[in-house]
């Protein structure tokens, strides 16, 4: 059993940037691969980025690649996205997740947090 807890959401300009933090708990994260998805206001969740339990092997939706980088420490049981360069269609809830398997989808993993805010002001 898996709990995540997001944290680092909030208001930022157009441009600006935000590290978004998920802590877990329980020893065994380590073990499982990990994700970042969003909602926007109105729509459907989406995949943002994940990232293997080793840390070496990460995959990014194409309107993120290149200004978010996703990454974890396994040691402190916590995974960050770096989110840089932010537009206003970037604003959305932000879920980590935590799973066995790696890739896009959200059926592919079993745990989630409860979301943080991210508003990008134009």
């Known amino acids: 059993q898996v709990q995540l807890v997001e944290s680092g959401g909030g208001l930022v300009q157009a441009g600006g940037s935000l590290r978004l933090s998920c802590a877990a708990s329980?020893?065994?994260?380590?073990?499982?691969?990990m994700g970042w998805f969003r909602q926007p206001p109105g729509k459907e969740r989406e995949f943002v980025a994940a990232?293997?339990?080793?840390?070496?092997?990460?995959l990014y939706a194409d309107s993120v690649k290149g200004r978010f980088t996703i990454t974890r420490d396994n040691a402190k049981t916590t995974g960050y996205l770096q989110m840089n360069s932010l537009k206003p269609e970037d604003t959305a809830v932000y879920y980590c997740?935590?799973?066995?398997?790696?890739?896009?989808?959200?059926?592919?993993?079993?745990?989630w947090g409860q979301g943080t805010q991210v508003t990008v002001s134009s």
């Open positions: 997740a935590a799973g066995p398997r790696f890739g896009s989808l959200p059926t592919m993993y079993d745990y």
């Open positions: 329980g020893r065994t994260f380590s073990s499982y691969d």
């Open positions: 990232i293997k339990w080793s840390g070496r092997v990460t």
